[in-house]
Nanobody
């Protein structure tokens, strides 16, 4: 089992930045690809970013390339999501996830954190 805990959410004005952390316990994070997803009220959970086990490869949806950056520090068992130029439509609960593939689908991941809320005010 892998336990994932996100931190770094909060309230930010449009145009601002936030950095999330997701720390794993129970197993070594380097054994897993990692992803970030988000879910806004009334909407389905959607893919935000993914990173391979080594950290050499990343993946983003086209709509968020350039604003979001995923990274990891396997020595610290932590994955990060840097979000810049935030918009009100980025308001959502953000989840980190661990799994065998750095895919874009929820089914690519076996373990999920509890989520952290981000609210972007206009």
């Amino acid at each position: 089992q892998v336990q994932l805990v996100e931190s770094g959410g909060g309230l930010v004005q449009a145009g601002g930045s936030l950095r999330f952390s997701c720390t794993a316990s129970g197993r070594t994070l380097s054994n897993y690809a990692m992803g970030w997803f988000r879910q806004a009220p009334g909407k389905e959970r959607e893919f935000v970013a993914a990173i391979s086990r080594s950290g050499f490869s990343t993946r983003y949806p086209d709509s968020r390339k350039g604003r979001f950056t995923i990274s990891r520090d396997n020595a610290k068992n932590t994955v990060y999501l840097q979000m810049n130029s935030l918009k009100p439509e980025d308001t959502a609960v953000y989840y980190c996830a661990a799994g065998p593939r750095y895919g874009t689908s929820r089914s690519d991941y076996d373990y999920w954190g509890q989520g952290t809320q981000v609210t972007v005010s206009s």
